[in-house]
């Protein structure tokens, strides 16, 4: 009797979760007829919706080197697969052509499109969840008074089941934002508010610096602590993280403006965030960012004093590094950083460090006319003990760090 | 201040240098030039772009490679052996020179006017040409491969395509450097 009366119910619960699947699988694949908006907006709004958009980096993802502004096609690593920013020129078919100034609001704050599509959260919209209406419409205006561009997004390459955009429900249940992100520092003067808003939400640093849990979520019991999104580690950017390594916030200002600071010039994506963002700031709001990063009263920068390093290490510094980075580790300007100061030899765990010295950096130009040289990688020419050595004396010497990086972590960064 | 000296053994186009007192930082464009006389290699700009200051460093295994000397410290090559553009031509009993085939190539395509980026470029191609010899490649690949071989090299006399060409004639006719495939 009993197995007679599971049998119907089982096959019920079973066609029921297969059309819910189906109803989820039409929302998030059925396209948008809505028609085709005309926008217009006055200069001085175009031109706030620009700054807004740079404070809010769109170009970064929605835009790839060689591509069309806006076009999207960037690819972002991550470690569910490769997740390609969207185009969101005025194109009727490819872009957001067919979007209100409403659903707009909707899409860049819920992460949520027209049709009910949703976005994957390499979409920041954990962060831009408390954009204003004002400067999300300002974008809006800017966005569809530009170029339409009719090029298709590339399909993003996720595996199953990261492929099914509808379990974003269940994600956006456990993780999605409501509130403020935690404040990294204390203050309440008008600066430090305009500089959360611009930190936590505009820029939305917390994407990168904020460590990840297993889900792809944010750490927010730990903000700004610093987050591993590729190659490089986006570093602790929090006020004793930034103090500890010699950052202070005039510095800080200096670096988000120009790339380039007496800690070091901006590399990988942060070279990318200065590019295309932060270098168009106002002073007002570099001093805000700053402001908040530091806090209205900032910890006092950390002075390290010059240490002699190991012998062996200094050997391969003047062989290998003295060149461009001097014989002292002065520098040369436009050429390479100095090592003296260098924010980056005094992180802690030395990922960035070694990566660099593994692979090298290449040539970057800065706003104005700040450039460097490209720096060959040494991957080839170093053993992991002779790179540990070297790392070693970079740290003992200028980082006030002891030298204990293991030829083993060199290895093991090699092999990424 | 005192300048520290250490001594480097090196072989330099098939000759033994050294011990040799050579003081710590001294980058290797200016051993090459004020310890053993060896002017051909040139210093461009002196942070490692132009590459007008490679030389040769051959491995063990009999592979060799491109390193830059004017960022590079003499102290690196201890114990190494290069080749500069001095080590190229070959010298008969009448102390005769015949330029190496790459040297020759450059000269009959009018490959250089200053000459300045010169042994840069005849260092790049006879490694480019070496690692050919290892690993040939197919003839609808060659273009690339020596646009890339070539690509961190800058001339700022001919517009490169003279090297280019020069470099292509001496692959093709050098047996061995292109793969045969079914159609020959």
Sequence with gaps: ?416 | MTITTKPITLNINGKKQGPIDVPEGLMMIDFLHEYVHLTGSRLGCGQGVCHACVVIEDEADGSSHETRTCITGAHYFDGKTIRTVEGHATVDDKGEETPSAVQQAFMDHYSFQCGYCTPGFVNAATVFIEGLKRNPIARDELEEAILKAMNNHICRCTGYVRYYEAIRDVVLNTPGLIKETANG
């Excluded at chain 1, 168009?280 to 805000?288: G, I, Q, R, S, V």
């Design chain 1, 1 to 416: 009797m009993a197995k007679r009366r599971i049998l119907p119910a089982l096959s019920i619960l079973v066609i029921l979760l297969l059309v819910i699947v189906a109803i989820l699988w039409w929302r998030e694949h059925r396209s948008n007829d809505n028609p085709v908006q005309k926008v217009t907006a006055t200069d001085e709004q175009i031109e706030r919706g620009r700054y807004a958009a740079r404070a809010a980096d769109c170009a970064a993802c929605h835009t790839v080197e060689g591509g069309g502004l806006f076009a999207g096609g960037f690819p972002m690593e991550t470690p569910f697969g490769t997740v390609h920013g969207s185009n969101i020129t005025p194109s009727a078919d490819h872009g957001i052509g067919r979007w209100t100034a409403e659903d707009f609001r909707r899409g860049v704050r819920e992460g949520v499109t027209p049709t009910g599509r949703h976005l994957y959260p390499a979409m920041p919209y954990n962060s831009y969840h408390l954009m204003s209406d004002q400067d999300l419409d300002d974008i809006y205006a800017y966005l569809m008074t530009r170029p339409a561009i009719d090029v298709p997004t590339p399909e993003n390459s996720l595996p199953f089941p990261f492929n099914q955009r509808f379990l974003m429900i269940g994600w956006n249940l456990l993780f999605q934002n409501t509130d403020p992100l935690p404040a990294v520092s204390k203050g309440d003067s008008e600066l430090w508010v305009r500089g959360r808003y611009l930190t936590d939400v505009m820029g939305h640093c917390a994407e990168c610096h904020t460590p990840r849990g297993m889900f792809g979520q944010m750490n927010l019991d730990k903000p700004l602590e610093g987050g591993t999104l590729g190659r490089f580690k986006a570093a602790d950017i929090t006020p004793e993280g930034l103090a500890e390594r010699g950052w202070t916030p005039e510095d800080l200002s200096r670096f988000l403006a120009t790339g380039n600071a007496p800690q070091g010039s901006a590399f990988s994506e942060m070279h990318m965030v200065v590019a295309l963002s932060t270098q168009y700031l106002n002073k007002n709001d570099l001093k805000a960012m700053t402001t908040y990063l530091m806090g209205d009263q900032p910890p006092a920068a950390k002075k390290v004093a010059i240490q002699p390093g190991g012998e062996q290490g200094r050997a391969h510094y003047l062989n290998l590094c003295a060149g461009c980075h001097g014989v002292s580790g002065e520098g040369k300007p436009n050429v390479a950083p100095a090592m003296a100061g260098n924010a980056t030899i005094r992180q802690p765990d030395a990922v960035n460090l070694i990566a660099s010295v593994l692979d090298g950096l290449p040539e970057q130009s800065f706003p104005g006319t700040g450039h460097m040289q490209s720096m060959p990688g040494f991957a080839a020419k170093m053993n992991d003990q002779q790179m540990a050595e070297l790392v070693n004396y970079t740290r003992t010497t200028w980082g006030g760090l002891p030298g204990d990086i293991k030829p083993g972590q060199i290895a093991e960064l090699r092999g990424h």
